[in-house]
């Protein structure tokens, strides 16, 4: 893994707008992209950039189960404030929160990344180590799956809504094995409260226990994190 540690979120939407970049002019026409406060930074650049999508594919990680698209917290909701209105792709596909049957939803998902193979693959990285919504203990080889969401998930996700009731319980989420199909992975962490899960997922043993752990065993990633995120790293 090549990390890079950088002086904050704005250095950190520099540096990660510099991989989407590199890969563009390295020829990637499929862009897997990330919800969360932590991409912002790098979608900010991505949108005042002349870089040019409208040719291009992007495939979002995950979504809630039982938010429609123009539900504000939904991600659909998100790509589209953050980075679509401004930079839309010829197609873009996150996976189907409306469609409350999940074999038929899931098995969709799969199909779309069979046919559109991920270049490059952003992701935030959770408190307990989650990457997209692959919780702790999700089968390493897993594709697109309904996943039931933690209560530590559930209470970091309550910010965004007006009480921890109204946050879903489920989501669809790309599984781990799909995420370690992309040739490329850019993960990005900032703050003290990412400092454990970025130490296990560097240096810890390869375990579902930190599903981030798993990019270990890719041989492309690049990790950039602020100082307090890489604080607990020898
Ligand atoms: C959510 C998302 C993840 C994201 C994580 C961290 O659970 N499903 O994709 O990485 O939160 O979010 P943040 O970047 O806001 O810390």
Known sequence: M?????????AGGQAGFR???????NGAKVLGLATGSTPVTIYEQLAASDLDFSQLTSVNL?????????????????????????????????????????????????QIIAE????????GLGKNGHI????????????????????????????????????????????????LKAKQIL?????EGKAAAVAAMIQGPVTPDVPASYLQTHPNVTVILDEAAASQLD
């Open 62 to 110: 995950d979504e809630y189960v039982g938010l429609n698209a123009d539900h504000p917290q939904s991600y659909h909701y998100f790509m589209q404030e953050h980075l679509f209105n401004a930079k839309p792709f010829a197609h873009s596909y996150v996976p189907d929160g409306s469609d409350l049957d999940a074999a038929k939803a899931t098995s969709e998902y799969d």
């Open 187 to 191: 993960i990005v962490a900032y703050g």
């Open 116 to 123: 559109n193979p991920i270049d490059l693959q952003l992701l």
């Open 132 to 179: 997209g919504f692959n919780e702790p203990g999700t089968d390493p080889d897993s594709t697109t799956y309904k996943v039931t969401l933690t209560d530590s998930t559930i209470d970091a996700n309550a910010r965004f809504f007006d009480n921890a009731d109204e946050v879903p319980r489920y989501a669809y989420s790309m599984g781990i094995g799909s995420i």
């Open 19 to 25: 991989v989407f970049e590199d890969a563009l002019q």
């Open 2 to 10: 090549k990390v890079q540690i950088v002086s904050d979120k704005q």
